[in-house]
């Protein structure tokens, strides 16, 4: 059993490439190749990660310190402050990983409004 902090679930990077999905194809040369599929994952401490599984988690992790209000603050920040995000999912994803690294702390014109700071445990069995 692993037990890892909501923090550890910062992403510092992003990871692409291309996978091999476990099929073949003849080339016209007569060469067998593998089909790769391109797929992104997101590099934590906590370990490398595809953006579905992050997302659920970190989603969990919101819930369960009931950090609601704190994500919402950031929220409306950086929809007034980062206008390169422009649909809701970008917007989503680019909060709560704030949320989790605490980069909000940095901010010198962010306020908490009365939001709570809380640290969540998952555990992977």
């Known amino acids: ?51 579905e599984k992050w997302l659920e988690i970190a989603r969990m992790c919101v819930t369960e310190t009931k950090s609601e209000n704190l994500y919402q603050n950031i929220i409306r920040y950086i929809s007034t402050h980062c206008v390169w995000l422009k649909t809701n999912a970008e917007k989503e994803e680019y909060a709560l990983n704030i949320l989790l690294g605490r980069i909000y702390r940095h901010w010198e014109d962010f306020s908490l409004d009365g939001a709570t700071e809380h640290t969540a445990f998952v555990f992977e069995f």
Do not use: W
């Open 1 to 51: 059993m692993k037990v890892h902090k909501m923090e550890q679930y910062h992403f510092s990077n992003r990871l692409g490439r291309a996978e091999p999905t476990g099929s073949y194809e003849t080339t016209r040369n007569g060469n067998r190749r593998a089909i790769t599929k391109f797929m992104v994952r997101y590099r934590t401490e906590a370990g490398t990660i595809v953006p």
